[in-house]
């Protein structure tokens, strides 16, 4: 049953979850808001291991979302009908996670849980310039509205990333239609990288992902999640793992080690993923990939810091070097928005 915004929400999380966050009360959500060929591959990943990082790296998240409280969402920041959200996301509970946590600065994604609606997360961006980089949605609605928003997101409200979800198309509809192509055009055109979200799996967007790579080669591509590739189980899972690989010959294509949770086959700390890990990073460069969390989803799971405790366990597993470590956890998304978190 839908749950009105001016409902309070009651989010079930466990007290393992309570207790790496010290102020466990901050969690009620009545809080008031405050391609390459192989030896290219390795002389990529020989390059970034030698090649000096960006001065002054810190841990950057290039991956979360924040959205209103239920008094904000009364108030002035609605949540999409039916998209109301089950666990806590307001910014200043973000906040908290990041400082308890060590991370510096972070990507927001814009939540379907407020659609297309950006004012929250403009509103976030705005307070908070300089912690904060902005990645809005793409409305790939046919009669091409979006584009116009598209321009109006980035060069009005300050975004600087967009994420494509193929399941908004409409019906019948590829990321590869006259909308998804402008858009991702105007992507390269404004310099703002494009987010893919393959959530029902790679195998199924590879061939737009590809297409789109090969007509517009000045568009920044961000796989989320690692495309969405578990540690291959069968031939399917293989198949889709070899695609994300294959992805490398793209210049512009980075990969997110995010939202560990969803793509492990194992429980915390999600120890399955150094295999993964290695073959991503040996065939992009440790300098095209980026750790992120997935907040607030990784809360319940294993709670925020414990997001990048699981990251280094696993860095650690690979093992890289410690340049190659300084590239996922803050060095990558650095180079890409080179003037943010100085």
């Given amino acids: ?14 007290a393992s979850v309570l207790s790496r966050c010290s102020n466990p009360a901050s969690l009620l959500f009545n809080h008031k808001p405050s391609f390459i060929s192989s030896a290219a591959a390795k002389m990529a990943t020989s390059e970034a291991d030698t090649k ?30 039916g998209q109301e959200p089950t666990l806590p996301g307001h910014v200043d509970f973000l906040l908290q996670c990041m400082e308890e946590a060590g991370v510096d600065g972070a990507l927001i994604v814009q939540p379907i849980n407020h659609k297309f609606d950006h004012s929250l997360v403009t509103s976030v961006l705005k307070k908070y310039p300089s912690k ?35 399941y908004l198309w409409p ?44 007509e517009f080669p000045s568009t920044t591509v961000l796989l989320d999640h690692l495309a969405f590739c578990k540690p291959p189980s069968n031939d399917e899972e293989s198949l889709a793992f070899s695609n ?10 980075y990969v997110k080690f995010s939202a560990l949770f969803r793509v492990s086959r194992m429980p915390f700390p999600y120890q399955d993923l150094s295999s993964p890990l290695s073959q991503v990073v040996s065939s992009f460069g440790a300098n095209r990939v ?35 470590l300084e590239w996922i956890m803050g060095g ?11």
Avoid at 244 to 251: G, Q, V, W
Wanted: glycine share 8%.
């Fill in 290 to 324: 980026m750790w992120g969390s997935d907040f607030p989803y990784v809360v319940p799971e294993c709670g925020y810091k414990g997001g990048r405790e699981a990251a280094s366990l696993i860095t650690n597993e690979v093992p890289l070097s410690p340049s190659e």
């Fill in 244 to 253: 994300l690989l294959k992805l490398s010959r793209f210049p512009q294509v």
């Fill in 171 to 214: 019906s019948g509809q590829q990321m590869t239609n006259e909308v998804g192509k402008a858009m991702f055009s105007k992507g390269g055109e404004l310099g703002v990288p494009v987010g893919f979200m393959c959530m029902k799996g790679l195998n199924l967007h590879i061939s737009e992902i590809e297409e789109l790579c090969t």
């Fill in 52 to 81: 000096p990082t960006p001065s002054k790296v810190k841990i950057i998240d290039s991956h979360l979302h924040v959205w209103a409280s239920p008094e904000e969402a009364a108030d002035k920041f609605p949540y999409f009908p």
């Fill in 132 to 166: 904060f980089v902005g990645c809005c949605l793409a409305n790939p609605a046919e009669d091409g509205i979006g584009i116009k928003q598209l321009e109006q997101l980035i060069l009005k409200d300050g975004f600087r990333a967009v994420r494509f979800n193929p």
């Fill in 332 to 342: 990558t998304i650095m180079q890409l928005f080179q003037d943010q978190w100085l």
């Fill in 1 to 14: 049953m839908a749950v009105t915004a001016t409902k309070l929400l009651k989010p079930l999380i466990p």
